[in-house]
């Protein structure tokens, strides 16, 4: 007996009451990372590195407004929406601007066949699945989950891109359904009454049948 006292001394059991509230949250703590996708590291919404390029989508998707799927052109068909290859700039930039300075990093890749090195912005851990044709072909505009793309100079991540965050629209996605040709048309918006237009997020929720998963194997594969 003795020995024991000597080994934890009697102050330890003040230690008790906090290892016991330890071991009740745990458990909770999984729950709640679960239930909500609350993490500390989850939240990059602002994140808007520069880039090797002075590009801006406000000025091609915007004032140009050149469609999001001439440069990002597997986002129907994929799981990754992909970055345009130095041709597809090309395709403009060896009449327009030419000789501009801003453009001297795409030339000098267009020149050494090497790619432009883009910075991700958007960057999911690799544990979870994400899919972009599931998205845009069953009306979930970029708009949702990117914003207004089409007004930035330099693209800035608006969304958490947390489970909580998925999850939340996968259990009521309704009022984010919209017919799925405008899903690249970040501007549009329902010409009609409050009642009209729940109605029309209903009808293409019933029409394409929209019921997405909340298993954990959708998402962690
Ligand atoms: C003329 C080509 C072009 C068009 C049109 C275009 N983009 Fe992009 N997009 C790019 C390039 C190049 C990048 C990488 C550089 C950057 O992040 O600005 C990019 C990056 C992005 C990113 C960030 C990717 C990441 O790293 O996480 C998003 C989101 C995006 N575009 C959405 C859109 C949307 C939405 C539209 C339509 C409104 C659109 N883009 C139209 C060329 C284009
Ligand atoms: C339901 C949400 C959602 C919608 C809708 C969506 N995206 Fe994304 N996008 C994401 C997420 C999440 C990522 C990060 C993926 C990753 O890291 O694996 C991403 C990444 C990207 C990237 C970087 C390359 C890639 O595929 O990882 C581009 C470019 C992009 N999105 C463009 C678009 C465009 C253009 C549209 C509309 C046509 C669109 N996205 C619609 C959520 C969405
Ligand atoms: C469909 C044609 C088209 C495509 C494709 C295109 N651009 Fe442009 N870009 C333009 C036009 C037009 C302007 C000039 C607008 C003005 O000066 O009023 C421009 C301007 C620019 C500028 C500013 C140049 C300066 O000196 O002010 C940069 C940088 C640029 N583009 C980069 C890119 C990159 C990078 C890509 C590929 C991801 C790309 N563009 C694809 C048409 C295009
Ligand atoms: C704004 C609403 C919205 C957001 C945000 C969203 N989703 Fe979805 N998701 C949907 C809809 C709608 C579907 C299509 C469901 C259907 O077809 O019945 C879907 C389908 C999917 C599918 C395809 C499932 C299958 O059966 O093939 C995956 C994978 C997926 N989502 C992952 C994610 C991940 C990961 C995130 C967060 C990074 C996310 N989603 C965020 C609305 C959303
Ligand atoms: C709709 C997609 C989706 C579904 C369904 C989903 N997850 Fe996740 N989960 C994610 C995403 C995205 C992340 C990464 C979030 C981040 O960047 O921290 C994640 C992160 C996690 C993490 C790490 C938590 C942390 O601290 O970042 C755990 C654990 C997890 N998921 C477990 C589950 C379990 C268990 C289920 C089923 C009950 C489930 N997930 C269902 C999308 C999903």
Redesign the pocket.
């Known amino acids: 007996m003795g020995r024991y006292h000597y080994v934890f001394p009697r102050w330890t059991n003040l230690l008790l009451p906090g290892a016991i509230f330890m071991a009740m949250v745990a458990p909770l703590y999984v729950v709640y990372v679960v239930a909500y996708g609350f993490s500390p590291m989850t939240t990059d919404v602002g994140y808007a590195p520069d880039q090797v390029?002075?590009?801006?989508h406000k000025?091609?998707a915007g004032?140009?407004g050149?469609d999001c799927r001439?440069?990002h052109n597997t986002v129907e068909y994929s799981a990754k929406a992909s970055?345009?290859p130095?041709q597809?700039?090309?395709?403009?930039?060896t009449q327009?601007?030419k000789d501009?300075?801003?453009?001297e990093a795409?030339r000098q890749s267009y020149e050494k066949g090497t790619p432009?090195t883009w910075t991700r912005v958007h960057d999911l851990p690799g544990y979870a699945y994400f899919n972009h044709s599931a998205h845009v072909n069953r009306g979930v505009s970029c708009v949702s989950c990117h914003g207004r793309v089409d007004r930035m100079d330099v693209v800035q991540q608006m969304q958490p891109l947390s489970m909580g965050w998925c999850l939340d629209c996968h259990r009521n996605p309704t009022e984010n359904l919209r017919d799925p040709s405008e899903v690249t048309n970040l501007g549009w918006s329902f010409k009609g009454t409050e009642q009209e237009l729940v109605d029309y997020h209903d009808f293409w929720q019933d029409h394409n049948n929209i019921n997405p998963s909340q298993d954990c194997s959708t998402c962690h594969r």
């Open positions: 390029i002075e590009y801006s000025l091609h004032e140009l050149i001439y440069c970055i345009p130095t597809t700039c090309m395709n403009c930039h327009i601007h501009s300075p801003k453009l795409l432009v």
